[in-house]
């Protein structure tokens, strides 16, 4: 015993794709059904899963003790209650489960009433991360979200009454049509929710998405990196004044409230991705699932491995792998972490003012907000 390993859970299903994204989910239409029944396709799923829970457990079981659980999507908050607490059951025959275990659940506002969100929290789920995005209905309909701004408030009722104290919700910036108006309302209204944590994203356009194929046919322009600065810039300060701080570039959260779990991705911790296209990282090796959920289903049924492909990491890619997310993080990446000729690097970033110098002489590289904005760039000039 003695190492922590993380579990993720992917619920690769939604009732509808959202324009813009390219997340390994599946649609009824996608999966040539006419809806998504419920016990059905939960409960054959919910079977595999906990197939891949086991070859978890029979490889590490003895030696790990579990930290954070997350379930995430696809939409896991269509599941039903009983198979949620099927999986976290199971978890905690096969594994030390940790006390204060976070268990998170991604939540579409507009699949949460009382009766599923109760029997999330009753099977163990204690944190809720919330797909807010926006609450500008044009932005919303762009988007193709089905959800608005009464179904949030409702679902953060529903939750907060419950006792879950860990709420989060994720925003998506830089939407075309989005003005700044827009995005300071979002704001505004996201600080009057009862959540202790929010995550906002610059939207991104993913090839072979609709949202691409609207922009390149003309009828949607594409977002503006100058403007997704600005943006970045607004979002960062109305949270700051309003006690959210950033701990990675797209999260911001009230003291003590960091998601866990994905903190356990940017500082190389261990986890293991349970679920078609899940990934895993272990040690030194890495490894991605299949993405098909009914090939998924059919392979653990026949006994078969579920692993598209796997890598070990050089001692170099680990290294690469550390700069690129450790610098993302307030608390930054420790100077040890660098080569001799990173340095030079490191230097011209301080005199440009993209690098903290008084954190660079305690031993540690943090950007600055001017540095946040330009942190793919800082990435590239020393991973390459
Ligand atoms: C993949 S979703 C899963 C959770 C849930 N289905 C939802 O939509 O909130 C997790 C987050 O990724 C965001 N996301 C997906 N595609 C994105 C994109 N192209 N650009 C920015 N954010 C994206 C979603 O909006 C959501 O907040
Ligand atoms: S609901 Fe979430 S996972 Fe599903 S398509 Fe929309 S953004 Fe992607």
Redesign the pocket.
């Known amino acids: 015993m003695g190492q922590r390993l993380s579990l993720y859970i992917h619920i690769p299903y939604?009732v509808k794709r959202?324009g813009?994204?390219?997340?390994n989910?599946y649609t009824p239409k996608e999966l040539g059904q006419s809806g998504l029944g419920k016990s059905e396709i939960s409960s054959q799923y919910i079977d595999s899963a906990i197939l891949e829970i086991d070859r978890a457990s029979s490889e590490l079981a003895d030696t790990v003790s579990i930290g954070t659980i997350f379930f995430?999507?696809?939409?896991?908050?269509l599941m039903e209650g009983r198979d949620i607490n099927r999986i976290l059951s199971h978890i905690r025959q096969q594994f030390i489960v940790e006390d204060d275990c976070e268990i998170t659940m991604?939540?579409?506002p507009d699949s949460v009433d009382e009766e599923n969100l109760a029997a999330f929290v009753s099977a163990g789920v204690n944190r809720f991360?919330?797909?807010?995005?926006t609450i500008a209905p044009h932005l919303l309909k762009t988007?193709d979200?089905t959800h608005n701004e009464e179904s949030i408030l409702k679902a953060l009722e529903i939750a907060v009454k419950l006792g879950v104290k860990n709420l989060s919700a994720?925003?998506?910036y830089g939407t075309p049509g989005e003005s700044m108006e827009d995005l300071i309302k979002t704001l505004e209204f996201a600080l009057h929710l009862p959540i202790n944590h929010i995550?906002a994203?610059?939207?991104?356009?993913?090839k072979g998405?609709k949202?691409a194929s609207q922009i390149s046919r003309g009828e949607i322009s594409a977002p503006d990196d100058d403007l997704m600065a600005d943006k970045y810039l607004v979002i960062d300060s109305t949270l700051e004044k309003n006690g959210f701080q950033w701990y990675e570039l797209s999260n911001w959260a009230k003291a003590g409230a960091q998601s866990q779990h994905n903190q356990v991705y940017w500082t190389g911790g261990n986890w293991w991705g349970i679920g078609p296209g899940a990934h895993s990282f272990l040690g030194d090796r890495r490894w991605w699932n299949i993405k098909n959920p009914i090939s998924y289903i059919a392979a653990l049924s026949k006994n078969e491995s579920v692993i598209a492909e796997s890598e070990v990491l050089s001692d170099e890619n680990k290294r690469d792998e550390k700069i690129m997310l450790k610098i993302r993080m307030r608390s930054g990446l420790a100077r040890s972490d660098l080569r001799a000729s990173d340095i030079a690097v490191i230097e011209r970033y301080i005199n440009s003012g993209d690098i903290d110098l008084e954190n660079w002489e305690k031993g540690a590289v943090v950007l600055t907000l001017s540095g946040r904005l330009i942190a793919d760039r800082i990435v590239r000039d020393l991973v390459v």
């Not at 813009?20 to 997340?23: Q, T």
């Not at 995430?72 to 908050?77: E, H, L, V």
């Not at 991360?129 to 995005?133: A, D, E, R, Y």
């Not at 994203?201 to 993913?206: D, G, K, N």
């Open positions: 939604c959202c813009y994204c390219d997340f989910t995430g999507g696809g939409t896991p908050s991604e939540a579409n991360s919330f797909g807010l995005q988007l979200r994720d925003l998506i995550s994203y610059a939207l991104i356009v993913e998405t949202l």
